[in-house]
């Protein structure tokens, strides 16, 4: 496979993946402004959701410190100047999707226009700030569709399992950041910790993530170590940070056709080491070291199995052309 065509699949499903999240993060905050007393709406339940997508610094350019829901919704839904709003990401899923027309499915083509025009149509209506709960749903359901069509009509080659891995990347960062949000925005006050409005926001995470019944079905009660666990060790949940890293380790391995118990690249070998500590990790480590804290160095080693995938698959490529803020 050319490197180029690798490099526009792989990224193509990143950002598919990436508008998704994004819809997830923004979800999480309106889910727990219903459970929130009256006149508790303030900046700061907004910025950190911003810091948390990796984006402060650029909305305090042009938005200065006032994290309102209004500015905050459009810098992260219809923002063009922001590379990593859900307009800007599948602005740049579909021109991928353009350029590797004869590799993609006519049904995956069509579906990218949907979702596109789906997003660039309600940039010019009320219906983000007058249903944001049905709107961003939408976006949820339209990422869904794309992800069934793409299995359902894909040859298991190269070409799917860079799409897959891109996915997997992106969701294994996404998740990491969704439980970041809890503790930067959701828990303002150690006495609430514990509180039934704790447990509401643990499930309103969970909920966000579509964790919620499979939680409940390993789980008899909603405890924060739990959630943590479930949504960063679990082996089966599709969202889970290891099984992500793990499924993205055999795509990876299917395409370099080496054994899953080598390595031939810096990409494999840094995927291995990540997904290695994964496999042997403790909750109660992680929540010794600080979860956060844990999630920060996370998220810097997937950046670098990202870099080594670029420099091993798509070094014709320069690095700065696709990454973005949520990411980098």
């Given amino acids: 496979m050319l490197s180029r065509v690798a490099n526009s699949i792989y990224w193509m499903s990143r950002y598919i993946e990436r508008a998704e999240n994004v819809a997830r993060f923004i979800e999480v905050n309106l889910h727990l402004m219903l459970d929130r007393p009256a006149g508790a709406e303030h900046a700061e ?24 829901k209004d500015n905050v919704l459009q810098f992260l839904t219809f923002d063009k100047s922001n590379p990593n709003s859900i307009l800007s990401t599948l602005t740049r ?34 219906a983000a700030t007058d249903t944001p709960q049905d709107f961003y749903s939408k976006v949820k359901m339209e990422s869904h569709l794309y992800a069934g069509i793409a299995d359902a009509t894909m040859n298991r080659g190269e070409d799917w399992h860079f ?17 970041d949000v809890k503790y930067f925005l959701l828990l303002p006050k150690p006495e609430d910790v514990g509180t039934p409005i704790d ?44 099984f992500c890293i793990m499924e993205a380790e055999n795509s990876l391995h299917s395409i370099t056709g080496s054994p899953m118990d080598s390595y031939q690249n810096e990409a494999e070998r840094r995927m291995g080491l990540l997904h290695s500590e994964l496999v ?48 980098q």
């Fill in 163 to 179: 799409a897959r891995m891109g996915k997997l990347i992106e969701r294994a960062d996404k998740t990491s950041r969704i439980i």
């Fill in 45 to 68: 339940q907004w910025e950190p959701l911003v810091s948390t997508t990796g984006d402060l610094e650029p909305f305090r350019e042009k938005y200065g410190e006032a994290a309102t």
């Fill in 199 to 242: 447990n509401i926001q643990w499930a309103a995470l969970l909920k966000s993530a579509s964790a919620l019944d499979m939680y409940r079905r390993k789980f008899d009660y909603i405890s924060p170590e739990r959630v943590a666990d479930f949504l960063i060790l679990d082996r089966n949940f599709p969202r889970a940070i290891l």
């Fill in 280 to 327: 042997f990790a403790s909750m109660d480590e992680m929540i010794e070291m600080g979860l956060h804290e844990y999630l920060d160095t996370f998220q810097t080693r997937l950046n670098k199995v990202d870099d080594a995938i670029r420099s091993s698959f798509f070094s014709m490529e320069p690095a700065k052309t696709q990454g973005g803020g949520a990411v």
């Fill in 93 to 126: 899923a579909r021109e991928n999707a353009r350029t590797i027309r004869e590799t993609i499915t006519s049904e995956m083509w069509e579906q990218i226009n949907k979702f596109y025009f789906f997003v660039k149509e309600a940039a010019f209506s009320d």
